[in-house]
């Protein structure tokens, strides 16, 4: 089961299932990239916040009651994994909101790479991040490998990936895989901050500045330098743009509205 609210322009997307500690199923995941969709298409949300109940964020996929069966052929185990774990990784950084990881306990498998997905992400004291695959003899699958190397580096990338050691909070933020942690009774709190200073401010100068953040790490400078000039010149189109520099010609707070 997956909850959803919306409040004050944030779309909060709660994973539940805390009796299996949040193992995804094929259903919630065609649930949360849905909502991810729909959170893009619409003006009034301006932040996503994804996160979990119980003491689990999400402990990988649960493949029980997927659909399919049978006898498997050759290419079956390629096509599950382009339509299942990376459409749902895909889904979180092509999303045309800010989304932030509120990480209440274990994040494991696709459930950590679902977490270091988001564009922020906030972790309770007791959470941890364990890249799990190699303990079951398994390649990471939904994008680990390209999360991970440009999050912390290709050398530790490895060592996470290649003993599957438990991670703690604490040391999780030493690496730059989350950005802060905070006491478990208060990660709601925060998120809810950091989701309304996001819901307050620019939508699509964020969501601008986030597509241009994905693409340099996959390009060129040259390539960069035309995707940021083509950013500014969509930017300026927007109503926000134009009321940012109003209000410092004016000297008073901006008052952006997303459009």
Known sequence: MVLHTTDNGVSWITLNRPEAMNAVTWDQR???????????????????????TGKGFCAGADLRG?????ERVPGDVARTIRLGAQRLIAAVLDCEKPVIAAVNGTAAGIGAHLALACDLVLAAESAQFIEVFVRRGLVPDGGGAYLLARLVGPQRAKELMFFGDAVRAV????MGLVNRVVPDGELAAVAGEWAQRLATG???SIVLAKQLVNASLDGDRTTAFAAEAAAQEINMTTQ???????SFVERRTPKYRGL
Do not use: K, Y
Not at 240 to 246: F, L, M, R, T
């Open 30 to 52: 065609e649930r949360v990239i849905a909502l991810l969709a729909e959170a893009s298409a619409d003006p009034a949300v301006r932040a996503v916040v994804l996160t979990a």
């Open 240 to 246: 926000d743009a134009q009321e940012g520099v109003a």
């Open 171 to 174: 040391d999780a933020e030493r």
């Open 66 to 70: 997927a659909p399919g069966g049978g």
């Open 202 to 204: 620019p939508t699509r």
